[in-house]
């Protein structure tokens, strides 16, 4: 059945590559190469690249010599040594054709200049393979549900255990090692953050040695990966009691900007105009300026993706995108807060795949 889904997806991006007025295409991205064909590789330094002739709804892989086999008998392969290099490889497999696709977002400039050796026009790939992955099947779904079971489960775990004198390594680490015991979570790729009192003031701060103490906010950001497919929550609680009138204040804003974000989300409505139903909440309440970043961004295969959720993406939301929500206000040398929430856009509305409190007074941590 999977199989029949993997081919599926190739003949679509087949058909959207004719729209385009493109006849073959190299995708290199590992994600865009796990969607169309379920297997994942690892490239380290070497050039892989999936060729598709969209004319023929063909697909080829070339691979480097170490790795034969790596398709596991589903696809062609046309594999290169490594002291040839794979420009001969590449030649042979997209022969000739006037307009050849690539992933330049991924691709190095150096691989750049082995495709310019191409007697073709070497254009973008651009949002085609994009279009695909934005739209979530039920096995995609039913996957990141479970990847947002376990981000959940994680923050009920460590809340029990925060204590003053942990230190945000030490939750961090502690996070990791809950989530770790999940068949099928994938530890060589994921994102921890755990940021406390002044650190969380900063969106993207790294852990370290700061211990909590009482009255601390402590911010969490983390992910799970699942089966290829992620998770992303983030929760701010607070070490015995909130202590600060401002970090309250401006929790209870994110959680309104929160709440009211995902109240907007349904066919039909842009991207642009969810972001500002959480940006308008923080706008009014004084803190515009301290809103840094983005609504949110695209989730699935790659933990940011299409589609994101900005100020200025005229994007029309469909059944089966998912995308975060998550507004945040970040007070230098105060503290911050950011609360974030996984989405998939329905035929009706939306549903919240995270299911974790935000309410406040769920989160003071009592020991």
């Known amino acids: 059945m ?22 073959k295409a190299v995708i290199g991205e590992p994600m865009n ?24 709804e063909e697909f080829t892989m070339i691979n480097p010599g ?14 290169y040594q490594d002291e040839n290099g794979p420009f001969e490889a590449v030649k042979e497999v997209v022969g ?25 026009r070497i254009t973008d790939i651009g949002m085609c393979a994009a279009k695909l992955r934005m739209y979530k099947d039920d096995r995609e779904v039913e996957t990141m549900q479970f990847a947002a079971k376990i981000v959940d489960e994680a923050i009920a775990y460590v809340s029990d255990r925060i204590r003053p004198g942990m230190t945000e390594k030490e939750l961090n680490m502690m996070l990791y090692t809950y989530m770790s015991r999940y068949p099928g979570f994938i530890t060589d790729e994921f994102i921890i953050l755990v940021l406390a009192a002044a650190n969380s003031a900063n969106p993207h701060g790294v852990s370290g040695d700061y211990a909590f103490k009482e009255g601390d906010i402590v911010l969490m950001d983390f992910c799970a990966y699942y089966n290829y ?19 309250v204040e401006i929790y209870e804003i994110v959680r309104r ?12 409505v842009k991207a642009k105009e969810i972001d500002k139903a959480a940006r ?38 469909e059944e089966g995108m998912t995308f975060t929500i998550e507004p945040g206000i970040y007070i ?15 035929k009706d509305g939306c549903r919240i795949l995270t299911g974790t409190s935000k309410k406040l007074e769920d989160h003071i941590i009592r020991y």
């Open 332 to 346: 230098e040398g105060t503290g911050g807060v950011r609360i974030e929430d996984d989405i998939l856009v329905t």
């Open 33 to 56: 190469i796990v969607y169309l064909t379920g297997i994942h590789i690892v490239p380290y330094e070497r050039f892989y690249g999936l060729v598709a002739d969209a004319e023929k």
């Open 66 to 79: 170490v790795d034969t086999g790596c398709m596991k008998g589903t696809l062609r392969e046309v594999t």
């Open 229 to 247: 497919y992620w998770s992303d929550i983030t929760r701010c609680v607070f070490v015995g009691e909130a202590k600060d009138p401002k970090l």
């Open 280 to 317: 308008d909440v923080i706008t009014e309440a004084g803190y515009g300026e301290l809103f840094l970043h983005r609504t949110g961004h695209g989730l699935g295969l790659s933990v940011h993706e299409e589609p994101y959720i900005t100020a200025v993406n005229e994007l029309v939301l």
């Open 257 to 268: 900007a929160n709440l009211a974000a995902i109240s907007a989300v349904r066919p039909g």
């Open 2 to 23: 999977f199989m029949k889904t993997l081919e599926e997806r190739r003949k679509k991006l087949c058909r959207l590559l004719r729209e385009e007025g493109i006849q």
């Open 96 to 120: 000739t054709c006037d307009v050849l696709a690539v992933d330049k977002k991924y691709y190095s400039m150096a691989v750049g200049e082995l495709f310019s050796g191409l007697q073709c």
